[in-house]
């Protein structure tokens, strides 16, 4: 009895502690899977606890006795820490474990582990009792392990436990079965240890823990790499929807149909396809996905070729991840854009229509074209037009569909019907602007004598009324076909609005040139007889030799003369600007040289005047050989309007990073905040000398033809007077 029974004991605990081993040793070398190595470890400490405990059973006796006990508890508390760093890695917490802190965890329960060792060795007194025929060494209390499992055994065992529960109801778990299988060897580990704990056992000193360990790790390992766990099996509901309208496929690694939902199965046609290799339901299919392109699925093998209905699915390819990252296989959803897919060919055909408008010249052939793509590319052949005649206040066919216009003449109508301002639908869409979808038209017989169903009509602006049906046997329009429909009548209207546009323009082109011949003809006129005739004028004036009153009169003559002759040549040079016709080029002007030019002119011809330059040196100015006669019209306005006893003029300048900043002041009455928004416009008056301010004028053209600006503004210094800015582009900058 005693001999069976040390055999039964000692076998168990042997096999124990040589599966243990042996798991930890298969296990190791299995890189392809993270939690191969930390199992590994799990594995071998228990099975080595086990092959010391079945030493006990043949040397039962003290000293050695103590050895193995001391060996196997170290062994048996070391334990926890790989299995808290197995169930890290399975449940896709590996990028909590770094090195450091693995060491730290495995140094804390082999500390853990060598201090529980003393107790046997040392301080705990053993006896060695046969119990129910098995002869065995038992320690008389052990409090020091006792404690140590349940302040750091129990409670890691408790997290790992927790850590598993919750990665197996977790919707992403695709391992449902291999997490239970492992709950499960933890359990009979957990329940075993407890029980030894509780003194359920058949010897006092017979503790079975490390073959719990070994069958645990055993479970793992088969769980892990020998049973079919790890392959994907079925998806959880949330995955796969039942109800859903759009085809989704389940996939393996191997590209095999594993699931599809009711959607997918009526596309497959086939029941029977799941278990088969998709490429064979479905050819084309993974390619598409692959290159980021739209599955053409056709419902038969003559669909393509015999008109059969295409159907044109939109691929969301999503790859199905474990918890360490590798791919398992995939779930493909096939959303259906065949309705979309012709929308988009219908509007690219509208699209098109919008080219063919862009070359149409009148409202005509943009009706020709608007009726065609409702007839042909809409599938509308009661469609029609009518345009507005602004005379006769009616509107008048334009254009008919070739169905529409075999219906009228069916009809013997003597002549094309012409629709009147009244109650009729067609008037009222004309002249509410609000189109009218979908009803029947009312209008009288004697308008409308054809039957033309339910009908769209649009109104085309200021131009008429388009009109759309399929005819008398058509049951009414989508939310598609009225959309359709209001683009090709937005993009009537726009092209008839631009042929309109483009007509008036036309028409003012020509008159822009009728003008223009007129304007070179006075011009012409101006530069010819008026400013030969003032030469004339102003060269007699020079032969007369008066004295007394009547010299005054010439000489007032003479001034009065000299003033329409510059005049003329500003006008002329306004004129050569605004016809493109100047005959100076732009270039470079010394604008220093300009100005101190003008200011030596002035101070000769006005006694009483004071003219001061502060410029400097500035550089070229972008112009040309006129800017003397804006400079020079300038300081004249200044001196012209100026009141003061001593008349002065300031001029000063500013240069920046692209202009020139010419500032002349005067000392006059200056210019009030009104008559500066206008002073540089055409024929605006001076209320001091009732004289038209056409010098002014000719500075603003000339100076925007230069790039420039020009505006008064009132002087710093509060004193009275007025300043003119002339800002000019630098040479440089400009060209």
């Known amino acids: 009895m005693e001999l069976t029974a040390a055999l039964l004991a000692g076998g168990i605990l042997a096999v124990g502690g040589i599966l243990g081993v042996g798991v930890g040793y298969a296990v190791r070398y299995r890189r392809d899977h993270p939690a191969a190595k930390p199992l590994s470890m799990m594995a071998i400490p228990p099975g080595l606890a086990g092959l010391c405990t079945a030493g006990l059973v043949v040397v039962p006796q003290p000293p050695l006795a103590r050895v193995l006990l001391a060996a196997a508890t170290g062994l048996l508390l070391v334990t926890p820490a790989y299995f808290l760093l197995f169930t890290l890695v399975y449940t896709g917490h590996r990028d909590l474990i770094t090195r450091r802190r693995r060491r730290l965890l495995v140094a804390l329960y082999g ?136 085809p989704v496929i389940v996939l393996d690694e191997s590209e095999t149909l594993i699931d599809a939902n009711p959607a997918a199965t009526r596309l497959l046609g086939d029941p029977a396809a799941i278990g088969t290799p998709i490429r064979q339901s479905l050819p084309g299919l993974l390619a598409a996905a692959q290159n980021g392109e739209e599955y053409v699925h056709s419902s038969g093998p003559a669909a393509v070729t015999d008109g059969g209905e295409i159907d044109v699915y939109d691929l969301n390819d999503t790859s199905i991840y474990d918890q360490y990252d590798r791919s398992r296989g995939r779930v493909v959803v096939l959303r259906d854009i065949s309705l979309r897919k012709q929308r988009e060919r219908t509007l690219a055909s509208l699209q098109s229509v919008s080219q063919q408008f862009l070359g149409a010249e009148t409202a005509q052939e943009v009706l020709e074209i608007a009726v065609t793509a409702a007839d042909d590319l809409l599938e509308y052949p009661y469609s029609g037009a009518m345009m507005y005649d602004a005379e006769a206040n009616v509107l008048e066919p334009a254009v008919f569909a070739d169905a529409l216009a075999a219906a ?185 040289a300009v100005v101190a030019e003008k200011a030596a002119k002035f101070r000769r011809g006005h006694d009483a005047l004071t003219v001061t330059v502060e410029t400097g040196a500035l550089p070229a100015v972008w112009a040309d050989s006129l800017l003397a006669s804006v400079v020079e019209n300038l300081f004249r306005n200044a001196v012209e309007h100026n009141d003061a006893e001593a008349p002065a003029i300031a001029v000063s300048a500013s240069v920046g990073s692209e202009t020139v900043t010419l500032r002349i002041a005067d000392n006059g009455p200056g210019i009030t905040d009104e008559m500066k928004e206008v002073i540089f416009e055409e024929a605006v008056t001076s209320e001091t000398s009732g004289s038209v301010g056409f010098g002014l004028y000719f500075v603003r053209v000339m100076v925007d033809r230069y790039g420039g600006d020009i505006w008064f503004e009132d002087r710093e210094d509060g004193a009275a007077g007025a300043v003119a800015v002339l800002e000019l582009p630098i040479a440089d900058a400009a060209g």
């Open 408 to 592: 009228y003449e069916d009809a013997d109508r003597a002549s094309d019907p012409i629709i009147e301002p009244g109650p009729n639908d067609i008037w009222q869409v004309f002249e509410s602007g609000e189109p009218r979808r979908g009803a029947p038209i009312e209008a009288p017989e004697s308008e409308l004598p054809v039957e033309v169903g339910n009908s769209l009509l649009y109104p085309l602006g200021d131009h008429g009324v388009l009109g759309i049906s399929a005819g008398p046997d058509h049951d009414g329009f989508s939310d598609d076909d009225c959309r359709f429909a209001d683009t090709l009548a937005t993009t009537t209207e726009n092209a008839l609005d631009r042929v309109e546009k483009e007509q008036e323009l036309r028409e003012s082109r020509e008159l822009v040139e009728m003008r223009s011949q007129q304007i070179r003809f006075f011009n012409s006129a101006l530069r010819h007889d008026l400013l030969n005739g003032l030469m004339v004028v102003q060269g007699q004036i020079d032969r007369l030799d008066v004295d007394g009153e009547a010299a005054d009169r010439v000489d007032t003559i003479d001034e009065w003369t000299e003033d329409l002759a510059r005049m003329a040549r500003e006008v002329r040079s306004v004129i050569q600007t605004i016809t493109g016709e100047a005959g100076s080029d732009m270039e470079a002007v010394d604008i220093g």
């Open 111 to 246: 500390t853990i582990g060598a201090v529980a060792m003393v107790e046997p060795l040392v301080l705990a007194d053993i006896t060695v009792q046969t119990v129910n025929g098995l002869t065995f060494p038992v320690m008389d209390s052990r409090p020091v392990i006792v404690l140590t499992t349940l302040v750091f055994v129990y409670p890691l065992i408790a997290v790992c436990l927790w850590l598993l529960s919750k990665f197996l109801i977790a919707p992403g778990n695709i391992y449902r079965r291999q997490t239970a299988v492992i709950l499960g060897a933890v359990c009979i580990t957990v329940v075993g240890n407890v029980v030894f704990e509780a003194g359920f056992s058949p010897h006092p000193g017979l503790n079975l823990t490390a073959v719990f360990f070994s069958a645990e790790g055993a479970l793992i390992a088969l769980a892990l790499f020998r049973f079919d766990f790890l392959s994907v099996e079925p998806l959880a509901p949330e995955i796969v929807l039942e109800e859903m309208n759009d």
